[in-house]
């Protein structure tokens, strides 16, 4: 099992410890290290700027919203990461939902499978730079032609030569269809709500691409990146109360209240009654509420809580469950340590003073 630091996006304000939990996370032997985006701090500044401190970790995004770039823009931005760190950057890649991307974007939120398969199909074009940049769309047509352009577009190559041709791409999934997408075009999988439970349901979905794809050197190197909320305490009661306001704003308030994706991730998992129970709470103002409506198996389901003991077993348990890293968010040095300790075999140790 490895270890990926997931420093997220930001909230009202910029993050004062993340250059030191960076170095942290690199000096205690994590594999990787990722950031994301929402509508507010986006995903690749912050990226290359705690990245800089870094040597060997890879460094990725978790996830790069397509609709905030075109795909050319996304893959100019990967490749000259790529090139500053040394070919250690990860491009992980979310469609988000409607209500980002039509009230932020101001982009038509359709055929999300369709628009991942064509966004990759034109990054990695723009990767080979075997030949001039084309692509017949219908959701990202290059050259663009017809009426109101000027008919002067024209295919192009990357001026810089890309470090590498097969820069890994992530694909942030949580539907049947979405996961086999993403088994079939992508390098690894980032899913938000893991739970172990359900790991021979996702071998499935996984296999359905798999099939398609029909090549089994790329299965056996296919990564699964799941976010993990790790806590190592006596304090169960505190940590799984804690966690209940995060599960009840992407259960009842992310999205609309009938189009919500991280919704249907519970509902898949068993829990339609209490998706209902907290949305109707959180849609009328009542969030406090539907946190504390929300079982603590809920919490446990896609979390690991409680001794250095536990946390090892349940450890195992998502790793024969398919995980090859655990997504973190430690918030100090302190815990990264004792992550470290605990979760790794051998934990690679740095001075960093």
Not at 27 to 44: H, L, V
Request: charge should be negative; glycine fraction near 8%; proline fraction near 6%.
């Amino acid at each position: 099992m490895k270890l990926g630091l997931q420093l997220g996006y930001w909230g009202a304000s910029p993050p004062d410890n993340h250059a030191e939990l960076a170095s942290a996370a690199e000096a205690n032997g994590f594999d990787s290290m990722f950031t994301a985006e929402a509508w507010g701090s986006d995903a690749y500044t912050p990226l290359a700027w705690w990245g800089s401190r870094t040597q060997r970790m890879r460094l990725g995004t978790s996830v790069l919203q397509l609709s905030a770039r075109t795909p050319t823009a996304c893959a100019m931005a990967a490749l000259t990461l790529d090139h500053l760190s040394g070919g250690r950057h990860i491009v992980g890649l979310g469609v988000s939902g409607p209500q980002v991307v039509e009230g932020w974007y101001g982009q038509r939120f359709a055929k999300p499978l369709a628009r991942t398969r064509e966004y990759v199909d034109i990054m990695r074009q723009v990767w080979a730079r075997s030949a001039p940049v084309t692509s017949a769309g219908p959701h990202y047509p290059l050259p663009l032609v017809g009426d109101g352009t000027t008919g002067l577009g024209k295919p192009l190559k990357p001026i810089v030569h890309p470090l590498s041709s097969s820069i890994p791409v992530f694909l942030g999934a949580e539907g049947p269809r979405n996961v086999a997408l993403t088994a079939e075009i992508a390098d690894g999988w980032l899913p938000l709500f893991f739970t172990p439970r359900m790991g021979d349901t996702y071998q499935n979905w996984l296999a359905d691409g798999f099939r398609v794809r029909n090549a089994p050197t790329d299965q056996e190197s296919f990564e699964i990146c799941a976010t993990a909320n790790i806590v190592i305490t006596d304090d169960r009661r505190a940590a799984l109360d804690a966690m209940k306001p995060f599960i009840a704003l992407y259960m009842g308030g992310m999205g609309s209240e009938d189009t919500n994706f991280h919704a249907e991730v519970y509902r898949r998992m068993g829990y339609a009654e209490v998706v209902d129970e907290v949305t109707a709470l959180y849609r009328s103002n009542q969030k406090g509420k539907a946190a504390e409506v929300i079982p603590d198996e809920v919490v446990d389901d896609s979390a690991i809580i409680g001794s250095v003991d536990h946390v090892r077993v349940q450890v195992e348990a998502w790793e024969k469950a398919g995980v090859t890293t655990m997504l973190v968010s430690p918030t100090s040095v302190a815990e990264i340590e004792q992550l470290a300790t605990t979760v790794l075999a051998d934990p690679v140790r740095q001075d960093i003073s």
